[in-house]
């Protein structure tokens, strides 16, 4: 059995990026386990754009972290001690699990089992067949619902849930245009991922580049930035277009929230359907969405994307990658070797 914990602790709210004094690195002793309780080792962390949000000091669909509070965050790891036949030792269970190397589950502090298959690495079931997998399930399949030969355009299409939800509308026969940072990413998504166009929004003609990429306007936007990159899209909606916002990552380094779009007078006129929508409200579908995710994956019509951090020490530092775009597909820390 370990005897020590490490943890991270929301120290300060940042303004703006996060830094070195936003986190503090504690220990506590294991706790001892009470009948109906389990121990479980964190083998993996998720990092996704909505810690960012979850440290602010503003309400969102969750309560912020407290100061000195356990940061919150999605996790996956192994039962190795039990006191709950619910929990059998061995056991793969994933959940709100937070910053930290091990952590107690309980019928009253569920986390839920996993049944890793062969071949498939567990950090997978926090992504493409995750959350991950089921935000962009949802988004894609229930408000965006792309037609074939509709046009879909994506925001922050190389990043974790954008490079699913495209390839879910390709699957649907749409036709799919990826926006993200920089050729590399460009590439990517056209050559590896069947993208028909791709538009780098760190080029100076980007909006150029949209204009071209969509030149019959845009029928759904599985929207993950927010910001100019949004304007620019809704200007271009078609009649009867559906945008399914997911996230709007290009604030959530701001102090201020950014200016509402200039184009949000074409919403009427195009007579367009915006829809928010948080992943947590879907957790009942979360079967139906791996199922058809994985069936895409086994066929070869969906490739996930994985960037993997390797070390517990390195969260505070690696959560800006999402930020900065230095990741590919779903960012996620190995915490253990």
């Known amino acids: 059995m370990p005897d020590r914990n490490r943890r991270f ?24 386990l009470e009948d109906g309780e389990a121990l479980v080792r964190i083998d993996w962390i998720s990092l996704d754009p909505t810690n960012r949000t979850w440290i602010n000091d503003t309400p969102t669909y969750l309560p912020p972290v407290g100061i000195g509070e356990v940061m919150r965050a999605a996790g996956l790891g192994e039962v190795v001690a039990s006191k709950n036949p619910h929990y059998p030792v061995g056991q793969i269970v994933q959940g709100l699990v937070g910053w930290q190397e091990y952590v107690v589950a309980s019928d009253s502090a569920p986390l839920f089992a996993v049944d890793v298959a062969d071949g498939v690495s567990p950090s997978a079931y ?10 962009a399930w949802i988004g894609i399949r229930d408000i965006g ?118 184009a949000f007078g074409n919403l009427l006129i195009q007579r367009a359907t915006v829809q928010g929508f948080i992943v947590l409200d879907h957790l009942s579908r979360s079967a139906e969405a791996a199922g058809e995710i994985a069936a895409l994956i086994t066929a070869g019509k969906l490739t996930p994307l994985e960037t993997v951090v390797e070390g517990f020490e390195q969260l505070p530092t690696a959560i800006n990658m999402l930020f900065d775009g230095r990741n590919v597909g779903k960012l996620v820390v190995k915490t253990s070797g």
């Open 126 to 135: 926090l992504g493409a067949l995750g959350m991950t997998g089921l935000t």
């Open 145 to 262: 619902k792309p037609r074939p030969g509709e046009t879909v355009v994506v925001s922050a299409a190389a990043g974790a849930v954008g490079s699913v939800a495209g390839q879910l509308a390709k699957a649907d026969g749409a036709r799919v245009v990826g926006i993200a940072g920089g050729p590399d990413k460009c590439r990517l998504l056209a050559e590896e991922l069947g993208f028909d166009a791709a538009v780098d929004y760190r080029a100076d003609d980007w909006s150029k580049q949209l204009r071209a990429a969509a030149p019959d306007g845009i029928d759904v936007d599985f929207e993950n930035v927010g910001g100019a990159i949004m304007d620019a899209v809704f200007a271009r909606l078609n009649i009867g277009a559906r945008v399914a916002l997911c996230g709007l990552i290009s604030g959530y380094n701001e102090a201020d929230p950014p200016p509402g779009p200039r």
């Open 9 to 32: 602790l929301l120290r300060e709210r940042p303004s703006g990026r996060i830094g070195p004094n936003t986190f503090e690195l504690s220990e506590e002793a294991v706790p001892e």
